[in-house]
Each structure stands twice: as C-alpha cells, then as structure tokens.
Nanobody
Framework: EVQLQASGGGLVQAGGSLRLSCAAS????????IGWFRQAPGKEREGVSC????????FYADSVKGRVTISRDNAKSTLYLQMNRLTPEDTATYYC??????????????????WGQGTLVTVSS
C-alpha cells in the first residue's frame, strides 16, 4: 500500500523557517518524482516544488523561489521541504505527492496519484 506521511508543519512568525518532511512507503521511492503542493483556505491546490527521481532536478513555483529548497533522501524514502523567510501568504496545508509514472517529472496536481494527509503551516504576521 502506497503511503505518504507529511509532518513538520506548525505555527511560525513571519520571517521564520520550517522544515517539512514526507515519509514514503509502499513503492520504490527513488523511481518516482515527488512533489510538494499546498492549499490555502478558499483557494485551489497549487504546486510548490517537485524533484525528479533520477538526476535531482528541481522545480519551484515563482512564489517560493529563492526561499524554499526541496530535497530527497532515497535511502530513507523521505522528501523534505526547507522553507525560509516565511510570510503569511505561505499559510496553507502542505501535501506531498507521488508522480503517477516512474521516471518523468510533472507539475500539475492531476499528474500525481498518491497524496499524503497534509501538514498545516500557519505564518503569523
């Protein structure tokens, strides 16, 4: 059974940092691209960042570029998202997700087939 368990969210002041983790199981982790998405209340789910399975290529949304770093530890089947200089606009539930096919990396939420339960990030001003 494919499972993704996101953790690390919490309440932080603007300008602070958080590190999210996503523990994966039930599939060959290093064969798949993995992404982070977020959804704020009343808004659609949007991509934050994703990382490829092969060469570690990464992609970031413009809204987080320069403040966020995605990484993966294939030996631990774990994905990370280091977020710095957080702003209230980063407040959302953050989800990790597995890309539907081994190999390539995509950006659209519909291209991801398994999702974690989400971890809430709240940034106070």
């Amino acid at each position: 059974e494919v499972q993704l368990q996101a953790s690390g969210g919490g309440l932080v002041q603007a300008g602070g940092s958080l590190r999210l983790s996503c523990a994966a199981s039930g599939f060959t982790f290093d064969d798949y691209a993995i992404g982070w998405f977020r959804q704020a209340p009343g808004k659609e789910r949007e991509g934050v960042s994703c990382i490829s399975s092969s060469d570690g290529s990464t992609f970031y949304a413009d809204s987080v570029k320069g403040r966020v770093t995605i990484s993966r530890d294939n030996a631990k089947s774990t994905l990370y998202l280091q977020m710095n200089r957080l702003t209230p606009e980063d407040t959302a539930t953050y989800y990790c997700a597995k890309y539907r096919n081994p190999g390539p990396m995509g950006w659209g939420p519909r291209e991801y087939d398994y999702w974690g339960q989400g971890t809430l990030v709240t940034v106070s001003s």
